[in-house]
């Protein structure tokens, strides 16, 4: 899990940071740098926004909570540094499911 920060997300935003796949990739015996790596598609909620209104003006609360393990679209996002670590900020819709 990832340490407490200091970002609250705006409006149905949610903060995820990468979970990262243990070892190496190895294909036909050849080691994949990291940079040619897939990345991955679970992350781990750190930061969830208050959530959008709704026509009559009553928040519409997010379905995702900080410490949600969640799926993700490979494109989907924005990625950012905060402290020196590595984020995704996306709309609540970008997420494809929670795990578990």
Known sequence: MAKKINVKP?????????VEEAGEQKVGGIIIPDSA???PLQADVVAVGPG??????????????VGDKVLIGKWSGTEVKIDGEEYLILKENEIL???G
Not at 52 to 65: C, F, H, Q
Request: glycine content about 6%; overall charge positive; proline content about 0%.
């Open 10 to 18: 705006l409006h149905d935003r949610v903060l995820v940071k990468r």
């Open 52 to 65: 959008e209104y709704d026509d009559n003006g009553k928040r519409k609360a997010l379905d995702v909570k």
């Open 37 to 39: 790596k897939e990345k």
């Open 97 to 99: 499911g929670i795990v």
